[in-house]
């Protein structure tokens, strides 16, 4: 069974940075695809960013250049650096991985940016 769990959202001024991490277990994390996805009140979940087992990178256009994902398969681990954030970065954030053709989900982590 593949876990999922997110850490390190908060509340943070426009223009700070937050780093998220999401620690996986009981997958085959290193031959994973990683995602972080994010969802904000009223609004459909979106792709925010992508790494993939052979360490491709994929960015939503509205973060590149401000956000950067990462991982360290050592110790399952991927993160999502975000800075320069703004108010339309809060959102709850979600870490997601896919093996066997089955989606996985964290929790969740909520990323609040004030004005």
């Known amino acids: 069974q593949v876990q999922l769990v997110e850490s390190g959202g908060g509340l943070v001024q426009a223009g700070g940075s937050l780093r998220l991490s999401c620690a996986a277990s009981g997958s085959t994390f290193s031959f994973n695809d990683m995602g972080w996805y994010r969802q904000a009140p009223g609004k459909q979940r979106e792709l925010v960013a992508r790494i993939r087992s052979s360490g491709t990178l994929n960015y939503a256009d509205s973060v590149k250049g401000r956000f950067t994902i990462s991982r360290d398969n050592a110790k399952n681990t991927v993160y999502l650096q975000m800075n320069s954030l703004k108010p339309e970065d809060t959102a709850v954030y979600y870490c997601?991985?896919?093996?066997?053709?089955?989606?996985?989900w964290g929790q969740g982590t909520q990323v609040t940016v004030s004005s």
């Open positions: 997601n991985t896919m093996e066997w053709g089955v989606h996985y």
